[in-house]
């Protein structure tokens, strides 16, 4: 009789396959899917023939999210030194060299300081990177750390683009401006009240997500604070400018039309101000309104 030897692979396979002993209880494996299951449609949103579209939504209870600290909080840094003569020539060479690059969200002389469009850590490794040493007689600010996506993964079913900045936002006009912002067709529309559409073009600080109801909804990446649902009302300061060499918006107009944009800051639906100011509900005098919530410690 001549032994035969399998190799160990075909050996598990065989005994995978033998009966089991009488007294041992086999479990039926788990059926395999088709397919994975799309996740659900947004709630409120229809099909169209090239995305989602989401004309209105109804504004969900803002209380518990309405007075925030944390969206206050700017990071700085303080002069350790005092400037010497001419200091005003060295923040012009600062200037020149930051604001090119869109790194630059603001700047003053007297006294030097520089508000960065960047984080702390970001601005700290550049420097590392092209050998300069940032002036001790300088004042900086810098912005905060997007925590959150861009898109959460449940909300890139339907949208053409998400239109936002690569940059990040620095100090801007304050007009007020209101409009409704909106999906058509998986493109992002502002809307105003005499019903002038135009595309929208978001802050690097927004982003889109659900809600627990299913609501795509805007939300601050930094601190992840929801700004309001696709389709409320909202509120946001302008007039804003699109950066030369900073924003792109040629994929924009070839995937959603050559329609004109509308460069925003970070909005808030209409209804999460007016549960922080009820004052502007009513339209009752700005001298009743309440006091603006205090910002935390140290600054």
Known sequence: MIARFLPMAAMAALMACAPPPANETVEAPPPVPDALPLSPMPTGATAGPNGLTILSAPSPEYGPVAHSLERDWTPR???TTKPPRGAGAEVQRWIDWLEPQGLLAGAGFAPPQLDLAMTAEDFDALLEKEGRTAPTYFD???????????????AREGIRLWPASP????????????GRIVLDDGCFFTVDAAGKKQLAWFPAEAGLMRDEEGYLTLVDRRWGHMLGR???EFMWAGP????????????LQRLC?????????LPEAMEKVY????????????TNAPPAPPKPPGN
């Open 240 to 251: 804003n400018r699109l950066r030369d060499g900073v924003d792109d918006t040629s994929k």
């Open 230 to 232: 696709i389709g409320e």
């Open 275 to 286: 549960v922080t100011y009820p004052h502007l509900r009513t339209g009752a005098s700005a």
């Open 140 to 154: 900086y600010s810098f912005v905060a750390p997007l925590r959150r996506p861009a898109l959460a993964d449940d």
């Open 77 to 79: 840094r303080e002069a």
């Open 167 to 178: 940059a990040r936002s620095g100090a801007g006009n304050q007009a007020a401006y209101h």
């Open 257 to 265: 039309g050559n329609h004109p944009i509308h460069v925003l800051s």
